[in-house]
């Protein structure tokens, strides 16, 4: 193959096949045989990893299984680059460790990890995400019922959505104490304005037919709400959910920064960055990594069982 | 212009419940300095009071406002009480993330619509990398790149760009592809090669959704840019005024500083609003 046609037909491989002749050759000229040596693995592995996918995505197969390895085999190929970058070029482990010495402290310091994941996420974020959203479902209900304070809560709701609430934190650990429920209240604070602007956004997006149907079987405000309008909110409200669901854990984590009992995600992070101790704060990214994915998949979960009617939901599957 | 009545309304509503708050939260400390003196309070003594202390739990709105007026207007821009100062520090950190973020985001997003694999690799860990929080990581970020000889605003404009690609990549994803099967066939037959499809096709379309997608990225690159600052030891910036703040009790400092990002915020959010309505109307895109 030539390179033209390289270029045309693999563009990524070719990008990736100069910047690694590129820079081995960079190394040989200014440091030495053994790191060029180095690069030579780190893009070997790189278009290794690329070739594989490239080779899965073009084999006619099932599209479920494809969306689930291809994305795995690329994560593989990233944990394996950052061990051998780190590794092969000395880095210190001050400034960053490699996986296996992240998998190794996960594995040792279970029951820290536990203890911070309670305090943190199940005290700290899960509460303050189930009281701010009720709060905001409740409100947007009210808000949705007079037009009037529609229009003078939704433009100030889409602002404050915009600001950086996350300010407000020092104040509420004034308030609230250094404890979780302060932790709690920057969450309720966070998700509030999100979930509400999106479910009053949903509770609007009922046709006028569907209305009219409702009135023709006589149906009043209670039962057009929990029959026609909260259904048809829902792909909005689970929207709304997600974006909180993030916002939940940076909260109650960035909460921890302005003062904790001596527990917490955050606390820990903040503690052993100063501690030099990078191996633990890894391992505590790990952890909120693993619970933001579970979190905002059990949201999706939920999405798909209650809003399987919705298009955007019946598309792929099957 | 029919928003405006509700809005003012609500916001009328909202002072009112701040000044009936803060009655409420520094009533307590107002009867506590009173007893120590041997003094009884009337209810106008206790407002008065409550509305004017030095470290309040909630400020009144006009204390918050007196203190921005003090350090904006009444001190030079240069000085370190200056208000001004601070806000440019972030703002500079947030300017210099929010590029390099739309930069990697536009990237990204031409690398996903036009490489299979890039789509099918890249982009479900583009979506989990947003579940990580990044917030809670920036210290040690921060802290690396210090140890690395890195230091000052570009730290900083790391967190914020990894906080800002995100919105980019999925509305710029989402506007690359928005051209219908039928416009793409139509570039096909008039021979265009995939370059003049991109810069003909492609990209107009897909600007209202990358100007929905830098507003998110500049709020975002803000949040970025205040956390950023907390770890530095509050040194300057606005996140460094409301660490300081806290640690000081300090709250009138904090609230002030809370008001500048809020204004910071809204000033370039809605930059990107007004050119938004330019441009879009330059290309006879609005309706």
């Not at chain 1, 409200?237 to 916002?247: E, H, Q, V």
Request: hydrophobic share 60%.
């Amino acid at each position: 193959m030539t390179a033209r046609a390289l270029v045309s037909r693999a563009p990524l491989v070719a990008f990736q096949i100069a910047l690694g002749v590129a820079l081995v050759a960079k190394g040989l000229v200014s440091s030495g045989v053994g790191t060029a040596l180095v690069t030579l693995a780190l893009f070997a592995v790189w278009i290794g990893g690329t070739l594989l996918n490239s080779w899965l995505a073009a084999r006619p197969g099932v599209l479920r299984f494809k969306a689930f390895a291809i994305p795995l085999v690329f994560g593989l190929t990233l944990l394996a680059m950052w061990e051998i970058a780190v590794r092969g070029y000395g880095v210190s482990t001050v400034i960053l460790p490699p996986p296996s010495a992240i998998a190794v402290r996960f594995s040792h310091s279970l029951p820290i990890l536990w203890e911070d994941f309670v305090q943190t996420v199940i005290k700290g974020a899960l509460s303050g995400f189930v009281i701010g959203c009720v709060a905001a479902l409740v409100t947007a209900v009210v808000v949705d019922r007079f037009d009037f304070l529609r229009r003078g809560l939704l433009p100030v709701g889409n602002f404050v959505a915009a600001l950086p609430i996350i300010g407000i934190a020092p104040i509420l650990v004034m308030w609230f104490g250094f404890d979780w429920q302060s932790k709690a209240a920057v969450v309720v604070v966070m998700v509030f304005f999100p979930m509400l602007v999106n479910t009053v956004e949903g509770l609007h997006d009922t046709s006028a037919m569907q209305r009219d149907l409702m009135r023709t079987y006589a149906a009043g405000y209670w039962t057009t709400l929990f029959k026609l309008r909260l259904p048809a909110a829902m792909p909005f409200i689970f929207n709304g959910l997600k974006i909180a669901s993030t916002l939940a854990l940076i909260g109650a984590i960035v909460a921890e920064f302005f003062g904790s009992p001596v527990r917490g995600m955050g606390f820990r992070i903040s503690t052993s960055v100063g501690l030099l101790a990078l191996d633990l704060v890894w391992a505590e990214i790990v952890v909120a990594a693993i619970a933001g994915s579970a979190f905002y998949g059990a949201i999706a979960l939920l999405e798909k069982a209650v809003t399987f009617w919705h298009p955007s939901q019946r598309g792929h599957g099957h | 212009m029919r928003a405006v009545v509700p809005v003012l309304t609500v916001v009328a509503v909202i002072v009112a419940i701040w000044y009936a708050a803060a009655v409420w939260l520094n009533a307590p400390w107002a009867r506590d300095m009173a007893a120590r003196q041997d003094r009884e309070l009337g209810a106008a003594e206790l407002v008065v009071d409550t509305w004017s202390q030095d470290k309040p739990k909630l400020p009144a709105p006009h204390q918050v406002v007196t203190e921005l007026w003090e350090t904006t207007v009444e001190k030079s821009v240069t000085s370190k009480r200056s208000l001004v100062y601070h806000a440019w520090v972030t703002l500079s950190a947030t300017l210099a993330g929010f590029g390099l973020g739309t930069a990697l985001g536009f990237a990204l997003a031409v690398g996903i619509v036009y490489i299979r694999v890039m789509d099918m690799s890249v982009m479900p860990w583009v979506i989990a990398s947003q579940t990580i929080p990044i917030l809670a990581i920036a210290p040690m970020i921060i802290v690396v790149l210090n140890a690395v000889g890195v230091s000052g605003l570009l730290p900083k404009a790391v967190i914020s760009m990894y906080l800002s690609f995100f919105p980019v990549v999925v509305g710029m994803v989402k506007g690359l592809r928005s051209p219908s099967a039928m416009q793409l066939d139509q570039m096909r037959t008039w021979n265009a090669t995939s370059a003049q499809e991109f810069v003909k096709l492609r990209l107009p379309s897909s600007m209202p959704y990358l100007f929905a997608s830098l507003k998110i990225a500049m709020a975002a690159s803000l949040v970025g840019a205040i956390v950023g600052e907390l770890p530095t030891g509050a040194v300057a910036g606005l996140g460094a005024r409301l660490l300081a703040g806290s640690y000081y009790g300090q709250t009138i400092q904090i609230w002030s500083a809370l008001f500048m990002a809020a204004a910071v915020a809204a000033a370039m959010v809605g930059l990107i609003g007004v050119l938004q309505r330019v441009t879009l109307r330059r290309m006879g895109l609005d309706r």
